[in-house]
């Protein structure tokens, strides 16, 4: 059987669409439930160290609000993203890859220093009130925070970013995987005195991520005095 060029190149075609459509919604679909899933892993080994503390201080309306969060809110708003703009490329070259880590990281600080101090202020501060109804955290206590807190201030700028760059499936596996061990085992968790831990003793200290922007504006406090509070 012979094929002319056209009916040649419309084969193609819907093979082409065909694959590129089960890649955009494969991933539209598997990496939220794996940023979902890793929240409960991350969480589990944060109350694996933290047994009491945990028994102590989750209450029905943190589960009532986490679910909505890690199960709805948070997959819900990745997957809008990922369905707009899927990422096709498994990943880019080396360089590029380092640079877009690079880049989301100074961007990520930028944008978390500014949404988070601004929603201190009075006007602002019901959206992220919730959050700070703890001010001894647990890893778990994450994303216990409003819906707008939790999508627009902890993953506003990778949604942002990956709109305007495109990122690969590597990029977007691995910032997703860094973000959310950081701030479950290392931000939030109760086993430590740490940066952000100041910040829910403090309130007004230590808005960003500890890279550059609480040192630059003067926010900055690194003492190591809050068990005696």
């Known amino acids: 059987m012979e094929w002319n060029g056209m009916e040649l190149n419309c084969i193609l075609y819907k093979h082409f669409s065909y694959f590129y459509y089960k890649r955009k919604t494969m991933h539209m679909f598997i990496i939220p439930f794996f940023i979902s899933w890793l929240y ?36 819900l708003s990745l997957g809008v993203i990922l369905y707009i703009r899927p990422p096709v490329d498994t990943y880019h070259s080396l360089s590029a890859e380092i640079l877009y880590v690079l880049i989301q990281i ?44 939790a999508i627009v201030t902890n993953i506003g700028s990778i949604i942002l970013l990956h709109y305007i760059i495109h990122f690969s499936v590597f990029h977007v596996y691995f910032i997703g ?11 939030h968790t109760g086993t430590k005195v740490g940066f952000h831990q100041l910040h829910h003793k403090r309130f007004t200290c230590n808005y960003g991520m500890n890279y550059f922007m609480d040192k630059l504006f003067g926010t900055k406090d690194n003492s190591q005095s809050i068990q005696d509070e």
């Open 40 to 75: 409960i892993v991350a969480s589990y080994y944060d109350y694996t160290q933290n047994k009491e503390q945990y028994s102590a201080k989750i209450q029905q309306k943190h589960i009532e609000n986490l679910f909505w969060n890690v199960f709805v809110f948070k997959p």
């Open 106 to 149: 100074g961007f990520g600080e930028v944008w978390f220093y500014t949404i988070h101090y601004i929603i201190h202020t009075k006007y602002l501060y019901r959206f992220h009130k919730t959050h700070h109804e703890n001010n001894e955290v647990i890893g778990i206590f994450a994303l216990y925070a409003h819906p707008f807190d």
């Open 177 to 187: 995987t860094i973000a959310i061990v950081n701030t479950v085992i290392s931000s």
